[in-house]
């Protein structure tokens, strides 16, 4: 799978479980690290790890398997980190707290059509 697969299939996992205000930011110009970050939020820790084992098992079963989960068990930001595609799903306040979408504004937000 190539990285937009995968970040289309992120969001799509995301979305079923009902994630809030879910961002996509290509970062492929401007890092390293990796191609997108795709952010999302959760009401609270049972919805936030329902999202996590979702884009996990999801993901999965497409054949991506995610290389490290940081946070999982506080819940209150989590990586995944599936390589070329990094899903970070915060609580509310740790989302205004860190505000990756500022801190990466060099990326470019997209939306998922533009996979």
Request: proline share 0%.
């Amino acid at each position: 799978m190539n990285s937009n697969e995968i970040a289309k299939l992120a969001v799509s996992a995301l979305e079923d479980k009902k994630a809030e205000d879910i961002r996509i930011i290509d970062i492929s110009q401007v890092s390293v690290l990796a191609d997108y970050f795709i952010i999302a939020g959760g009401s609270n820790r049972n919805q936030i790890q329902a999202l996590c084992d979702n884009v996990e098992e999801q993901l999965g079963r497409a054949g991506c398997h995610v290389r490290q989960i940081e946070g999982y068990d506080t819940a209150n930001w989590v990586l995944l980190d599936f390589g070329d595609v990094i899903v970070h799903i915060f609580d509310k306040e740790n989302r205004l707290l860190y505000d990756l979408e500022r801190i990466w504004r060099d990326g470019k937000q997209i939306e998922k059509t533009e996979l």
